[in-house]
């Protein structure tokens, strides 16, 4: 039986990653912010790999309040869980030859492109603090695994997936749509932006593709997995909320009407050329409505 630790088992990925794993017949560890577990302690997560001996380590773990990165202390806390401990766990995995998948995020991006990303490009700015500490973990392992030959290592003997991942919605975490659905059920109508466009991503399909990749050992490297088309926040609240019958009406509106710390951009948008299509996000919201 192949086994699979969880890092951030308790957010809204990590816990979609311990079912599927768990209903898949892996043997599945998690771990996630606790006094037993520190994963910004190197010597730490050396011996909790040495103690459980994984197949494969996926890391859901991060600071993911993106104003609060904007703040000293908030920054400080994401460079050190966004930034530093992936490359520590990456360099410990090559060490001890165990496959890592790291997750990543469209933020690594900050150059506003109407026509989006694909994996090769590289990014110069992240959109925001947030960003940064994510670009900063995604070029220490990077280093590590030889460099870049256009998205894939060169040193194809590193078992280690970047997984670039975009508006993330899911049960079990704060996200987008969870939010758009609570407030439907008590207000009449709900202000949307129009113009900040992505491509949502359901957690359950980014699980079922990391398990792909890592089935049909892919060339390591840099992946995008988001839906294969992109909409607005308001497409996606309006959709979710027509879906449910709901009487709530979603009403246009500007970024620039609801100020945020942390800049954000009109488009963030990733493209997927080297997995096969991957669902709408039309079918992914679907699904998450039908558990
Ligand atoms: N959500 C999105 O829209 C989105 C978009 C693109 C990429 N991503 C990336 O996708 C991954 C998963 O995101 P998510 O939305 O599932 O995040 P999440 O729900 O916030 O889960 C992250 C988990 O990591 C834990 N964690 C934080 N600091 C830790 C530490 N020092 N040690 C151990 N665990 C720690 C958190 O615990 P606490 O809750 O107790 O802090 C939480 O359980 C992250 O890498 C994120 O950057 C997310």
């Known amino acids: 039986m192949k086994k699979v630790l969880i890092i951030g088992s308790q957010g809204m990925l990590g816990s979609t990653a311990v079912d599927f794993f768990t209903t898949k017949n892996f043997s599945v560890v998690g771990v996630d912010k606790s006094a037993e577990f520190d994963f910004t302690d190197k010597n730490h997560i050396k011996n909790l790999l040495k103690k459980n001996k994984p197949d494969v380590v996926i890391n859901c773990a991060a600071f993911t309040n993106v104003d609060a990165c904007e703040t000293t202390t908030g920054l400080s806390v ?15 995995c090559l060490n001890l030859n ?77 996200n987008f749509l969870q939010k758009i659905l609570v407030k439907a ?25 990391i398990n792909y990749i890592l089935e049909n050992k892919l060339a390591t490297g840099i992946y995008h997995v988001i839906s294969r088309d992109i909409c607005s926040r308001y497409d996606f609240a309006q959709y979710a909320l027509e879906k449910i019958n709901s009487q709530t009406v979603v009403q246009p509106c ?21 997995l096969p299509e991957q669902r709408s996000w039309r079918e992914m919201v679907d699904d998450f409505l039908a558990v």
């Open 78 to 92: 994401a460079t050190t869980v966004n930034a530093q401990a992936p490359v520590n766990l990456v360099e410990i």
């Open 98 to 174: 165990i496959h890592c998948v790291h997750i990543s995020t469209d933020y690594v991006f900050g150059d506003n492109v109407e026509f989006g990303h694909i994996e090769s490009d590289i990014p110069i700015q992240a959109m925001n603090a947030y960003g940064h500490t994510k670009l900063a973990a995604e070029q220490g392992i990077i280093i590590l695994c030889g460099g870049l030959d256009s998205s894939n290592f060169q040193n194809q003997n590193a078992s280690v997936y970047i997984i670039r991942i975009s508006w993330l919605f899911g049960h079990g975490g704060k």
């Open 185 to 209: 059920e008590t207000e009449l109508a709900l202000k949307v932006v129009t113009d900040e466009i992505g491509c949502p991503t359901y957690t359950q399909d980014v699980i079922k593709t």
């Open 254 to 274: 500007k970024l620039s009407d609801f100020p945020r710390v942390a800049k954000i951009n009109n488009f963030s948008i990733l493209k997927n050329t080297k």
